[in-house]
């Protein structure tokens, strides 16, 4: 199993302290040593970095600690191989452009008849069946909506048709989903995906793979919304909320927008 | 003027030496305070890293001089803004995915009535002159060779429309181009690019911009053969070539594979 790591926020927040626990699980207390990557969209524009070599000896894993970027929106991703090789093209997240919009994409889980999925304007650069499904999934979305909703209504649609196309794929095996772009985080459960929302009065947060703990009232105003999304919680002293499988959540700014789930409820 | 710098090789090889050299123009020697950015086409996949920031204060930059990432191409850019703002989305290199390759582009100079380019599939994120032209140029490729053209008469082919195409982007201004799709590296000059192959017997070079000397004949072995373009020769003791305005050069492993020139011979 992979495991997954995102954020959304409604003021521009470095992920270091969740990273650092996560990256631990990168070859340190886990047995994730196929890659890892992270994704930011900043007030200016998107950047990822990505590595083939095991997280916790990754001096851009370092850096990434070291030299805190602030985001409304990262997505992260720590791999262990199931289908394709170890190698760069094959490490999440993925990205496409649609719409004049960088799309982000990392996924946990194994898909199986994968090939089947057919792939229209986007094709995969690697060989994995998450690479493929992203391609699928964008190509899908592009299809009903050639023009990016700009409306309330169409955005609903084009949400309510995303949470078909989730449930879709996890009809393939187990589809874990981090998704965005740049406004808002998809987040759809297979099996398994934990969420916390922290906002003030803020305490403090104890790390679960790494002896760091932060007080986040000494680094937050008391507007700060930030929403960690994981596939399993990282602190030990906070409440973590579990996902539903089937259940899409659609975050903006640190809060649920929309929640769509098994039953197709918007 | 942004400055541009691409490396094609035979074997995979770091681009530390000119790099360091390259950066000191990013508001040390140079005036382009406006963000950097550098792609590397790896034997496993690509991947790039992007900085808004000058790139003699930026970490990440020193990242990329300290931990020596080996390819077969490399471009990079130091950007001096006209046309856009100073953020990441405007931040070159720009990359799309295309026949399931990334596509990898960097340009220097100036468009006028570039807004005309009529767009397709690709749409610009970033509001750059130089953003829209590669959408613009990946469409039009697409349009011609809707799949990748799988053998020698079919990319030369690509290669004299790609040339045409570059003519064509000439005729809105200034348009040095670099632009790679992990096979090949493409450059094209309309007003300044320079080169050099490097092979046995190796000798020794001097940067112009920074104090360093490297022996090239202790890093490399008697096959090795390493090319480097830029705006400006990087070095001070060693002969770089000129390119001529109009002419496009296709490289693989090192070596020119194809030349067309401003008549349109190929």
């Known amino acids: 199993m992979c495991e997954l790591l995102a954020m959304s926020a409604n003021v ?3 992920i270091c302290f969740s990273f650092t626990g996560f990256l631990h699980r990168g070859g340190g207390t886990g047995p994730h040593r196929d890659g890892w990557g992270i994704a930011f969209y900043e007030a200016g524009g998107y950047r990822d970095f990505r590595d083939p070599h095991p997280s916790v000896r990754s001096p851009i894993a370092r850096l990434i600690c070291d030299y805190p970027i602030k985001s409304h929106i990262a997505i992260s991703h720590i791999r262990q191989a199931n ?3 170890v190698r760069l093209a094959n490490t999440h997240p993925f990205t496409r452009e649609m719409w004049g919009r960088t799309w982000c994409y990392a996924h946990n889980g194994q898909l199986a008849g994968w090939e089947a999925l057919p792939l229209g304007v986007y094709r995969p650069v690697g ?3 998450s690479e493929h499904a992203f391609c699928w999934l964008l190509d899908q979305l592009r299809q009903r909506f050639p023009e990016r909703p700009s409306n309330d ?3 609903q649609q084009l949400w309510r048709w995303l949470h078909r196309l989730c449930e879709r794929l996890r009809g393939f095996g187990v589809f874990n989903l981090l998704l965005a ?5 998809y987040t759809f459960c297979s099996t398994k995906l934990v969420h916390i929302t922290r ?3 803020f305490g403090k947060a104890a790390l679960s793979d ?12 008391p507007n700060d919304i930030v929403s960690v999304v994981a596939t399993e919680p990282l602190t030990c002293n906070e409440s973590w909320l579990a996902m539903r499988p089937g259940e899409l959540l659609v975050w903006r700014l640190g809060e649920i927008v929309a929640r769509y789930d098994e039953e197709g409820h918007g």
């Open 210 to 221: 790494a002896e760091l703990t932060v007080n986040f009232a000494e680094h937050t105003t």
């Open 181 to 185: 772009d740049g406004d808002y985080l």
């Open 127 to 129: 060989d994995t069946d």
């Open 12 to 14: 521009p927040t470095d």
């Open 83 to 85: 289908v394709g090789g």
């Open 199 to 201: 906002r003030a009065p």
């Open 153 to 155: 209504d169409a955005r």
